[in-house]
């Protein structure tokens, strides 16, 4: 029985003496690093040495020098990866371990940089997906090194990595993966990072997706953020119009077109694009009821067709809307004319002042209204929505010649209503 014991103590001591150290997988580095990874591998994978540090520090040693081996980047392509995961596990297990402290923590600033370095190389590839997945790895790599409060040869990881967070932005835009982007791009705008020409696409992006998802209170706040960081670009602007519209909330509608008229003072379209919003808001929107500003905004209507009839742009579209505002105006006049019923003088008088004014207003109409039948007379056989705009203008032509007057004209509008097919 005795004999049994001392030979079960020398298997075991025989055992022991055989096993291999982190320091020997390390070693092995420089002669044959396949058996260096394979006793490393080894070493990790014993449950005994789940918080061993030493080995832990080990491997991430070994595996940030076979993430250099062109034989082991495709083998194991996510080696800078394993490595900083190596790291994590053994500076979590004994911050104060002599290999890590020897190594001034350069181990771990190696496999953080190799992980960037693979997501810059992939998006250059193309690569999307690989980029995004190596860029969000980053950015929690780097988030783990400003835990620690960790630093290598004067190198600190920034508190926003402005250029790392774009990136994932960026990709996981590409990929669709909404949720991720606004989370990381709200991280530039928040900071209000900007000026370069590439950074207004956090903050427009964040502004849209917010937009369409109706959360106003997000939609509003980077909007804002876009206007402080890229003051002269018109998208913030434009999208807060298509904002209000949806909304139907014309005070800030209003507001937003006279910044971005401000903004643009040269762009017609702009100015054609504001009296046609003020135009509906006041004929279409609010067909029943004239709204408390009606003469403010009719006076703007003006201003802003004045300003692309000057300039002969889009004939057509301009004095339609003018040549409409003039003529409903003159009907209003005229409809206020007719329920004037009494006899006095005073009520004569009042319906006659009714009448010269609803006439003012047509003869204003006339000529606009006449260039928009001219201009749709000229494109031969109109169908559809410019069939239905010539046969009212022949109508408003008609009943503005007979209120003037000119019976002559009246008929011959009369008679182009009723030979209009």
């Known amino acids: 029985m005795r004999k049994t014991i001392i030979a079960a103590i020398f298997v075991m001591t025989g055992f022991v003496a055989g096993a291999q150290s982190p320091d020997d997988a390390v070693k092995q580095l420089e002669k044959n690093r396949d058996k260096a990874k394979e006793t490393i591998d080894k070493i990790t994978s014993d449950p005994a040495n789940a918080k061993n540090a030493d080995a ?39 911050p104060n371990n002599k290999r890590m402290l020897l190594d001034l923590y350069k181990t771990g ?59 994932a932005g960026y990709t996981a835009m590409k990929l669709d993966k909404t949720d991720d982007a606004l989370k990381y791009f709200a991280q530039i705008a928040e900071a209000k990072i900007g000026k370069e020409t590439d950074y207004v696409i956090p903050y427009q992006f964040l502004s849209f997706q917010y937009k369409s998802r109706k959360d106003e209170a997000n939609f509003k706040k980077f909007v804002e953020l876009g206007r402080q960081v890229y003051p002269k670009d018109p998208y913030f602007i434009t999208i807060m119009i ?126 606009h209204i006449e260039k928009v039948t001219s201009l749709l007379e000229q494109k031969g056989n109109v169908s559809g929505k410019e069939k239905s705009t010539l046969r009212n203008m022949y109508i408003m032509l008609g009943d503005m010649y007979t209120a003037t007057g000119n019976k002559a004209k009246a008929d011959e509008y009369d008679k182009k209503y009723t030979s209009l097919k």
């Open 56 to 94: 832990w520090y080990a491997k991430a040693q070994i595996y940030n020098a076979l993430a250099t081996d062109e034989k082991y980047k495709t083998w194991i392509p996510d080696a800078y990866d394993q490595a900083f995961d190596a790291f994590k596990k053994a500076y979590d297990a004994d």
């Open 242 to 367: 298509d904002w209000a519209r949806e909304n139907n909330n014309y005070p800030q509608l209003f507001n937003s077109y006279d910044e971005l008229v401000a903004l643009q003072p040269d762009s017609l379209n702009n100015s054609l694009s504001y009296a046609s919003e003020m135009f509906d808001y006041l004929f279409i929107k609010n067909p029943d009821k004239k709204p408390a500003d009606y003469d403010a905004i009719a006076a703007k209507i003006e201003t802003q067709i004045n300003k692309t009839l000057a300039k002969d742009y889009d004939p057509l579209s301009s004095n339609l809307i003018i040549g409409q505002l003039y003529y409903n105006q003159g009907l209003d006049q005229a409809t206020e004319a007719d329920k004037v019923k009494g006899a006095k003088p005073e009520d004569t008088k009042k319906k006659a002042d009714l009448k010269a004014k609803a006439v003012t207003k047509y003869n204003q109409s006339i000529p």
């Open 109 to 167: 600033f190696v496999a953080y940089e190799g992980v960037a370095n693979r997501a810059a190389a992939a998006y250059q590839a193309n690569n999307i997906n690989a980029a995004f997945e190596g860029y969000k790895k980053t950015i929690e790599d780097g988030d783990y090194l400003k835990s620690k409060n960790l630093s290598y040869s004067g190198y600190s990881v920034p508190k926003l990595d402005t250029g790392m967070v774009f990136m």
